[in-house]
């Protein structure tokens, strides 16, 4: 398995559009939340929140921080956040709903 390096990994997410960049959120939000509400159930509608919003944002700035030109990602940053957050909201609430709705047949 190949290791990629800092220009390949910012090239890489820097060729995420809007659609594939949903996909990756949707599938990490899923998944992330998944875990956290099974450990923290209280705290499970703020997961469905923050979590696909931190993801698509790290998302998105990642190839700035990884030494790519910030100028034109200013612009374009709610043009790709909001979808992305959206995205991974979707499936991050389907999760929860389902997972509460399994523990209190628990109960």
Do not use: N
């Not at 990490?28 to 696909?52: E, G, H, N, Y």
């Not at 700035?64 to 979707?90: K, N, R, T």
């Amino acid at each position: 398995m190949a290791v990629l390096d800092k220009h390949q990994l910012r090239d890489l997410i820097d060729s995420l559009s809007i659609f594939s960049g949903a996909v990756v959120v949707a599938v990490l939000s899923a998944i992330v939340v998944w875990r956290l509400t099974v450990l923290w159930p209280d705290f499970r509608k703020l997961w469905v929140l923050f979590v696909p919003f931190i993801i698509a944002f790290c998302l998105y700035w990642t190839p700035v921080w990884l030494g790519a030109d910030p100028s034109e990602y200013h612009a374009w940053a709610l043009v790709f956040i909001i979808p992305w957050f959206l995205a991974g909201a979707l499936p991050s609430a389907a999760i929860v709903r389902i997972l509460k709705k399994r523990r209190v047949h628990w109960d």
